[in-house]
């Protein structure tokens, strides 16, 4: 097993400004509310594990549960796979539009979210010994970080897949004659490895998910997985206040330990379990500008009152321990 | 497989644990005269230490030893047996190297591997696979540390009697680095050397410092100690287009600190921001395979009738070599006395 720390230091205004995030954020909340208008079920249930989900706290009117097993924290209600598929769809297609900050800082997010990541990839293949592979992306179109991959002349092939078309085609894998190998270009078995930015955060069956991602993959085919974890520093002080705590991008919270347990229950075998995040300390900070009622302690107080070299250090140390809200994981296909 | 094991010391106790649950491996025995045979654990494992061997009930040998009879014992395990899995140095000195492989050369089909782990840690491995295509580029030079502290048994244990090991500290753990280095760059030769038994005074080196070249020119430095108060580990290499730095060392005690890799780039076209001070990234590990897998691998190339792919004889050979002409062209220890 290995984790990984990195001295990459970025503001977060060049990746996910808190100004620019409150308009995505309000489209994200309306679109949502009127999607539950249409379609509603509720969950009661962890979809991980089925441990019966604990009262977690209200985000502007959304109702989110808590796992008392594993301290994953879910959005409770949500529509049925189709609405929620469109609802995805909706919310990608915005962070698209020249409406969205995303667009606005393309570049900076492209040297600091983008490349880092793809040069994550890379080097895990390289490591693992796997020389140009064919490649399953797995995003709800379009998405910026799937072009990036199918630009890059490091995989074979990239196949781009929608998350939600995976979770259904999972769903019903029973009701589906034998040509459904058929389905993304026949490419059932052959997936050498299969990267899901943030995927799992967003869909409403992550187990789901994985299970079709795993009949895709090849034996020992790999799995990037990246995501927002509630046992890092930003989202354990901030709570219910975190404003990047939204559906649908934030539908599920794992925390690392719920979500290494996902994925082991998915029939993966960790290989790497870092939170590689930079942004924490800065992100309880910039709430604090925009909130300086927010409860915090006076240690947490005192610690973002520090010099640079004190916040970084801390940062640095986050990394380390696997304390940071942005997770990375991979695995390989248990066989 | 039947396997029998010369010595239950340090690394006799490693393989035993490693062979044991072997799925391959039906049954392993024990020779060690040090060792009571009452010993919890070893009933029915430890070998009478005076029996004669009956040969034919064992398909592979590990020798575990002390250095002054791995040679022996790997050439007896080669004629008898032909599968032999030989500790780390082989040989006291390039005459009992050269004896093996002359006792190799005369036995068909034999199976012959030494254990040069280090190349199998995780830090050494992902820092193979960064180097050239790997993204880093050519290497320009490297570096290593690797020393210990000795502690208060230091003058008594075996490997600091001359007559026993063959040598000091470079025989007993610099030798792992000459093979990582060669791992990494290949074949090396020594441009100089300078030995020192500075604090121990055991008659044999506590200190050694290696400047070495590899065949396309990389330069290469070793130090290994016995007097690193701090028990170090720590190998630099420098590539045009970025940088490697493997620290600390999976070990048993975990004296040798978390093991980690750090990744850097060359950042020329940036400096303005970067001040010689690239981005790095670290990767921790925190699992140590490498028994397993040379173990594994010495038992797969026996299944499948093919060469090891590690610690083979060619790799024993290139390291003793070095070991040999670092020893010639160092100023003997008994002209330099103690400082």
């Known amino acids: ?335 | 497989m039947n396997c029998l094991i010369f010595g239950y010391g340090y690394m006799g106790k490693i393989r035993y644990e490693v062979l044991h649950k072997h799925r391959d491996v039906r049954s392993v025995k024990i020779i060690d005269p040090g060792i009571d045979p009452s010993t919890a654990g070893l009933d029915g494992v430890l070998l009478p230490a005076n029996a004669e061997i009956s040969w034919d009930q064992f398909d592979a040998t590990f020798v575990c030893t002390p250095n002054n009879v791995t040679s022996d014992l790997c050439i007896e395990g080669l004629r008898h047996c032909g599968r032999v899995f030989c500790e780390k140095p082989p040989g006291r000195n390039w005459e009992e190297f050269c004896r093996i492989a002359e006792a190799a050369a005369t036995v068909g089909d034999h199976t012959l591997v030494f254990g040069f782990n280090h190349r199998l840690h995780p830090s050494i491995q992902a820092m193979k696979a960064l180097l050239g295509d790997g993204g880093l580029g050519e290497v320009l030079y490297v570096k290593g540390t690797y020393g210990k502290s000795g502690g208060v048994q230091y003058r008594e244990n075996w490997r600091n009697d001359r007559e026993m090991s063959g040598g000091g500290i470079l025989l007993d753990q610099g030798i792992h680095m000459l093979d990582v280095f060669q791992f990494l760059v290949g074949p090396l030769e020594v441009v100089n050397a300078v030995l020192s038994d500075g604090f121990w005074g055991c008659g044999v080196e506590d200190n050694a410092f290696v400047l070495l070249r590899s065949e396309s020119g990389v330069p290469v430095f070793l130090h290994s100690s016995a007097t690193l108060w701090k028990h170090t580990f720590r190998l630099e290499v420098g590539c045009r287009d970025g940088y490697l730095v493997a620290t600390g060392f999976l070990s048993q005690t975990g004296s040798y600190g978390r093991e980690q890799l750090v990744i850097g780039k060359r950042q020329f076209e940036d400096e303005a921001l970067a001040l010689g001070n690239p981005r790095e990234e670290i990767i921790h590990f925190d699992r140590d395979e490498s028994w397993d897998k040379e173990v594994n691998e010495f038992i797969a190339s026996i299944k499948e009738r093919r060469p090891p792919a590690h610690g083979t004889l060619e790799d024993a050979r290139r390291v003793m070599q070095i070991v040999r002409d670092i020893y010639a062209l160092a100023e003997p220890l008994d002209k330099l006395g103690r400082n």
């Open chain 1, 1 to 335: 097993m290995r984790s990984i720390q990195t001295s990459y230091t970025f503001p977060l205004s060049s990746v996910k400004p808190l100004e620019g995030l409150l308009r995505y954020r309000m489209y994200c909340l309306e679109e949502t509310r009127r999607t539950l208008s249409v379609s509603r079920r509720r969950r009661e249930r962890s979809p991980v594990g089925g441990a019966r989900l604990e009262p977690f706290d209200y985000v502007d009117g959304f109702e989110y549960l808590r796992c008392p097993e594993t301290g994953n924290v879910f959005l409770a209600e949500l529509a049925d796979s189709k609405n929620w598929a469109c609802l995805l769809s909706a919310a990608s297609g915005y962070r698209h539009s020249p409406k969205a900050f995303h667009s606005e800082i393309i570049k900076e997010r492209n040297e600091n979210v983008y490349l880092p990541k793809l040069e994550w990839i890379q080097n895990t293949l390289r490591l693992q010994g796997l020389k140009k592979p064919l490649l399953m992306a797995v995003v709800t179109p379009p998405n910026e970080f799937s072009y990036v991959l199918e630009r890059s002349d490091a995989f074979a092939e990239v196949l781009t897949v929608d998350e939600m078309k995976l979770v259904e085609e999972d769903r019903d894998k029973e009701k589906l004659d034998p040509r459904a190998n058929q389905v993304n270009g026949g490419k059932k078995g052959a997936v050498e490895a299969a990267v899901l930015p943030e995927s799992l955060d967003r869909v409403d069956d992550p187990l789901a998910l994985l299970r079709g991602v795993r009949s895709y993959l090849k034996d020992d085919g790999l799995i990037f997985v990246t995501g927002l974890v509630c046992s890092g520093f930003d989202f354990t002080v901030l709570g219910r206040n975190n404003l990047y705590l939204y559906p649908p991008d934030r539908t599920n919270c794992f925390s690392l330990t719920g979500l290494t347990e996902l994925l082991n229950q998915s029939g993966f075998v960790p290989l790497e379990i870092s939170t590689p995040g930079v942004l924490d300390v800065e992100i309880v900070l910039a709430h604090l500008g925009h909130d300086p009622a927010i409860p915090l302690s006076s240690f947490e107080r005192r610690l973002l009152a520090a010099n640079p070299e004190t916040r970084a250090a801390f940062q640095a140390f986050l990394q380390e321990r696997g304390l940071s809200s942005f997770a990375r994981i991979v695995a390989r296909k248990q066989t």
